[in-house]
């Protein structure tokens, strides 16, 4: 190593506050943007299905040379934001082959209506700027932009997403080259153990309960539901209430955010090796596949379908993958050591004595070993479980 601190990539997302014109200037961009990707798109279907030819992201960008005399409006922000928008079809087509290549659901590129194209994305440095002393944002085409830089803008700005949700406005700004800051080693190791009542089990036997955000706006939302069922499609009535409803699940989830933010950061200040479990939420929240009935075809067996989706909303809302990214990235610019470990049989193992039998767990959260008798929370035991499983594999490395 030659002594330099490793440089990462982030992204930095703030409030925008546009004056009313430039609101209007972005929807009306948003709405040329949209037309564009649909019109990309198309293109696209239409030279596989009638040519059988493929059309690269390349030959949609030499297209945008003569759209200039034809849809002047469009190219109004600049080109590089056009090239944004063929790059998000050109993505699209990219994630399509790719869940293709692995086996699972496809789910093929569709047209975007205007709910569904809520940003707008510059993906190089031309055509704006950010003004950190003025706490603006210059965009070519509408102007200087009011944005609450409640942070500084660390490292060398390189792409930017301006995006809709609701009534407000949001600014990412992705950077490149933002120097670690390695804090002092405090010397401790902790192994964490995700659940779904109990968010975070640490082996130092602390329990983080979950704070049950949706619980909490269930009877909003329910209420806020039957009146949407009530009014007519198509009204405005109707779609101030969808409004409504979106409104509440952000608040959900800028909640849930906000813990894991503070959570993360905490574990992060206080220990310089985390082990934790390396959970495939994906397939834990996949449905059960269906039981064809053989005494009557056409018909399945019941497979617990019901409580499989209860559990899976209960594993999405306690934000496991959230949590366990921001871990990630957080403990990589402090320059600490988080250790990635396979869940299975944790919970099932003795931390005294290493015993590994299923009906060690008695329950959800009792934990009773039968050759020793150690007994304990279930998240607990499979916290120190993950310790010291991520202890050995540090060890491994190091002599590897």
């Given at each position: 190593?030659d002594g330099?601190?490793?440089?990462?990539?982030r992204?930095?997302?703030v409030?925008l506050?546009?004056?009313f014109h430039?609101?209007i200037?972005?929807e009306?961009?948003l709405n040329h943007?949209?037309?564009?990707?649909?019109a990309?798109?198309e293109?696209?279907?239409?030279?596989?299905k009638?040519?059988?030819?493929?059309?690269?992201?390349?030959d949609q960008?030499?297209t945008?040379?003569?759209l200039?005399?034809?849809?002047p409006?469009?190219?109004?922000?600049?080109v590089?934001l056009?090239?944004?928008?063929?790059?998000?079809?050109?993505?699209?087509?990219?994630?399509?082959?790719?869940?293709l290549?692995?086996g699972?659901?496809?789910g093929?590129?569709?047209?975007k209506?205007?709910?569904?194209?809520t940003?707008?994305?510059?993906?190089?440095?031309?055509?704006?700027?950010v003004?950190?002393?003025?706490?603006r944002?210059?965009?070519?085409?509408?102007?200087?932009?009011?944005v609450?830089?409640?942070?500084?803008?660390?490292?060398?700005?390189?792409?930017i997403t301006?995006?809709?949700?609701?009534?407000?406005?949001w600014?990412?700004?992705?950077?490149?080259?933002?120097?670690?800051?390695?804090?002092?080693?405090?010397?401790?190791?902790v192994?964490i153990?995700?659940?779904v009542?109990?968010?975070?089990?640490?082996?130092d036997?602390?329990?983080?309960e979950?704070?049950?955000?949706?619980?909490?706006?269930?009877?909003?939302?329910s209420?806020?539901e039957?009146?949407l069922e009530r009014?007519?499609?198509g009204?405005?009535r109707?779609a101030?209430?969808?409004?409504h409803?979106?409104q509440l699940h952000?608040?959900?989830?800028?909640?849930?955010?906000?813990?894991?933010?503070?959570?993360?950061?905490r574990?992060?200040?206080e220990?310089?090796?985390i082990?934790i479990?390396?959970?495939a939420i994906?397939?834990m929240?996949?449905a059960p596949?269906?039981?064809?009935?053989?005494?009557?075809?056409?018909?399945?067996?019941?497979n617990?379908?019901t409580?499989?989706?209860?559990?899976?909303?209960?594993?999405?809302?306690?934000?496991r993958?959230?949590?366990?990214?921001?871990l990630l990235y957080?403990?990589?610019?402090?320059?600490?050591?988080?250790v990635a470990?396979?869940?299975?049989?944790?919970?099932?193992t003795?931390?005294q004595?290493?015993h590994?039998?299923?009906?060690n767990r008695?329950?959800?959260?009792a934990?009773?070993?039968r050759r020793?008798?150690?007994?304990?929370?279930?998240d607990?035991?499979a916290?120190?479980?993950?310790?010291?499983?991520g202890?050995?594999?540090?060890?491994?490395?190091?002599i590897?």
């Open positions: 190593m330099k601190q490793p440089r990462r990539c992204t930095l997302r409030r506050h546009p004056t430039q609101t200037s972005l009306r961009q943007q949209r037309e564009l990707y649909n990309a798109l293109e696209r279907i239409g030279a596989w009638w040519e059988h030819r493929s059309v690269s992201y390349f960008c030499r945008l040379t003569g200039d005399e034809v849809r409006e469009v190219l109004s922000s600049g590089t056009c090239r944004g928008t063929l790059k998000r079809v050109d993505r699209a087509y990219s994630y399509f082959y790719g869940r290549r692995r699972e659901a496809p093929f590129p569709r047209f209506s205007a709910s569904r194209f940003s707008l994305q510059w993906e190089d440095a031309n055509g704006w700027k003004k950190s002393q003025e706490s944002l210059y965009v070519f085409g509408i102007g200087d932009i009011k609450n830089l409640h942070r500084p803008v660390v490292g060398t700005p390189k792409a301006i995006k809709r949700e609701g009534n407000k406005w600014l990412s700004v992705r950077c490149v080259e933002v120097p670690a800051e390695p804090r002092s080693a405090p010397g401790r190791e192994g153990d995700l659940g009542k109990n968010l975070v089990a640490t082996s036997g602390e329990l983080i979950g704070e049950g955000f949706v619980d909490r706006a269930k009877y909003q939302l209420f806020a039957r009146k009014q007519q499609r009204s405005k109707r101030t209430q969808l409004a409803i979106g952000r608040k959900i989830a800028n909640q849930r955010l906000n813990t894991s933010h503070q959570l993360s950061r574990l992060v200040n220990y310089d090796l082990a479990e390396n959970l994906k397939t929240t996949r596949k269906a039981k064809p009935d053989p005494s009557r075809p056409g018909e399945y067996l019941p617990g379908a409580a499989k989706a209860i559990l899976n909303r209960s594993i999405l809302e306690a934000g993958g959230q949590l366990a990214s921001q957080k403990a990589e610019s402090a320059g600490e050591v988080v470990i396979d869940p299975r049989h944790t919970s099932q003795c931390a004595c290493g590994v039998n299923a009906g008695v329950s959800q959260s934990f009773r070993c020793c008798g150690h007994k304990d929370h279930a607990l035991n916290a120190r479980n993950i310790l010291r499983a202890r050995a594999r540090r060890a491994s490395a190091r590897g």
